[in-house]
């Protein structure tokens, strides 16, 4: 007889053993497990059957990345309790979490864009405003470009996407008015030296600035705006999926949009700053 509580402990060290917590960790493991413990009245782990695990998924109203959750926590012990041969059979195994649908990421309108760069003082913080609406460009994608990165001639950046994936960007009018004053320095000087979480404070201040506060208005919220605004002025899903680096098409259709003229078009005369 070898009840669930008895069990977690093993289990969360095997996994750190193998380094299984890329997108979790101990304590969450922990916390999860033994919320289930505790309502199931911490039973033998033979015990547990398909019907008390969905019972206890649906014991109350939640988030469906919440119920996700505690079903991957609960897979991740019964396949480690099933594969130690402690159960016969994984009473998760034909589960099925609940479908999440994707929503429409925030972004700000063209007027608050002017009104957030319109609150940033210095050549740097509006280097990382404007490549960001301008560009689409993440975070990590900021702090590590670099003015060897820039074609002056073609006007363009080679930006280090995920998963180190190189891509040339068209650099548009206003960004490029950023730019230029650094061409002069040394290869390895970064356009913005600032780290990631610098960066991100330097908007969410800007936006605690300008008015704009709110759940969904950070760093990111720029990338969101990039998309949005290319695609409702007229530029083709594919252009866009391109300039943001999205794998799949999926993800860029998330963003409402009219088709007509070129993404490189649309981005070149668009201004934020006065």
């Not at 083709?236 to 799949?248: E, F, K, N, T, Y």
Request: aromatic share 6%; with cysteine; net charge positive.
């Amino acid at each position: 007889m070898t009840s669930i509580s008895e069990l977690i402990d093993p289990y969360v060290e095997a996994r750190q053993a193998k380094r299984k917590f890329s997108g979790t960790t101990p304590a969450t493991a922990r916390a999860f497990l033994g919320r289930f413990a505790d309502w199931a009245g911490d039973p033998d782990v033979s015990a547990v059957d398909e019907r008390m695990v969905d019972a206890y998924l649906t014991r109350r109203p939640c988030a469906p990345n919440t119920m996700r959750t505690e079903l991957t926590q609960l897979r991740g012990l019964f396949k480690w309790c099933w594969r130690m041969r402690l159960v016969d059979e994984d009473p998760t195994a034909r589960l099925e979490g609940p479908r999440c649908e994707r929503g429409v990421p925030r972004a700000l309108s063209v007027d608050e864009t002017r009104d957030l760069v319109g609150v940033l003082r210095s050549d740097v913080d509006r280097r990382i405003a404007i490549l960001a609406v301008q560009m689409g460009l993440r975070r990590i994608e900021l702090a590590g470009a670099t003015v060897g990165d820039v074609d002056e001639v073609g006007r363009r950046l080679h930006v280090t996407r995920k998963g180190g994936k190189r891509q040339w960007l068209p650099v548009p009018a206003e960004a490029w008015e950023l730019i230029r004053p650094l061409l002069g320095q040394p290869a390895e000087t970064r356009l913005v030296p600032r780290s990631k979480s610098q960066i991100s404070r330097v908007i969410a201040r800007a936006m605690r600035d300008a008015g704009l506060e709110g759940e969904g208005r950070s760093m990111h919220a720029l990338r969101h705006s990039f998309a949005q605004h290319t695609l409702d002025a007229g530029a083709p899903i594919r252009d866009v999926q391109h300039l943001m680096g999205h794998a799949s098409q999926v993800t860029t259709s998330l963003y409402d949009r009219v088709e007509s003229a070129t993404a490189e078009q649309t981005i070149e005369g668009r201004r934020y700053g006065s």
